[in-house]
């Protein structure tokens, strides 16, 4: 890939790799005042959703809602923000992010601005259960099928 075409996603894994099957992968990204916040990628570079065949389609999503579960066990945020944008990294990937009304941004998403400043205890605590979300997002997409 050229330079002008230079894609993060695929010069890098995105994230600490916790799953990859060939076709897709699960990365736990490093947002330090995020922890939990995970990103499911193509391995492939395809810019959108619908280039991709239907069963590669149901794979992407199978994984994130198996993402989506492993986050809510675990961290057990307030709400879940699970977004696919895109614009900056023509890549698909889906965003799934765990949010809490004390986090920097609630209620606005976590690339506006601020509301307050972070709190470490809390970010401490989240922190903390990062390595049994580890295990249940390995748990959750062998439930669903999916396999490294």
Not at 2 to 30: K, Q, W
Not at 38 to 63: F, Q, Y
Request: proline share 7%; charged share 25%.
């Amino acid at each position: 890939m050229s330079m002008a075409n230079a894609c993060d996603l695929c010069d890098g894994d995105g994230g600490e790799l916790l799953f990859n099957n060939g076709s897709l992968r699960v990365v736990l990204v490093d947002e330090p005042a995020y922890p939990g916040f995970c990103r499911v990628i193509w391995n492939g570079h395809v810019k959108e959703m619908t280039d991709l065949a239907p069963a590669d389609r149901s794979a992407v999503m199978s994984a994130v809602w198996a993402v989506e579960t492993a986050v809510r066990e675990v961290m057990q945020p307030e709400k879940m923000n699970v977004a696919s944008l895109g614009n900056m990294t023509p890549h698909v990937h889906w965003h799934v992010i765990p949010r809490f009304t004390d986090d920097r941004h609630f209620p606005s998403p976590v690339w506006a601005e601020p509301r307050r400043p972070a709190d470490a205890a809390s970010i401490a605590a989240r922190r903390a259960r990062l390595p049994q979300l580890r295990e249940a997002v390995r748990r959750q997409l062998d439930a669903a099928g999916l396999t490294a």
